[in-house]
């Protein structure tokens, strides 16, 4: 697009991810479903980003950079629109 190299596999692998957390929180009604979701696929990114060479799944270049970061970003923004399915009192 315009010259720009785009990842479209982590950038679909953000969508996925912002999918089932979404999910999760429509689901379950509760953020903390989703907050889990969020902190096992960071754990899962971090591993695989630490393998020694030629096993590593996550390499520092940019589509690493914006799946490492991107989880964060989309987990965040999950949890704040996930609240608007959480139970109420009464």
Do not use: H, K
């Not at 190299?5 to 912002?18: I, K, N, Q, R, T």
């Not at 996550?58 to 996930?82: E, F, H, K, Q, R």
């Amino acid at each position: 697009m315009g010259g720009v190299e785009v990842p479209w596999g982590a950038v679909a692998a953000l969508v996925l991810l912002g999918s089932v957390e979404l999910w999760l929180s429509a689901r379950f009604r509760s953020a903390l479903p989703t907050a889990v979701c969020g902190v096992i696929c960071y754990a899962l990114t971090g591993w695989w980003s630490t393998l020694e060479n030629g096993r590593r799944l996550i390499i520092g270049d940019l589509a690493g950079s914006l799946w490492i970061y991107g989880i964060a970003v989309v987990t965040v923004g999950m949890l704040v629109w996930g609240l608007r399915y959480r139970r109420t009192q009464g």
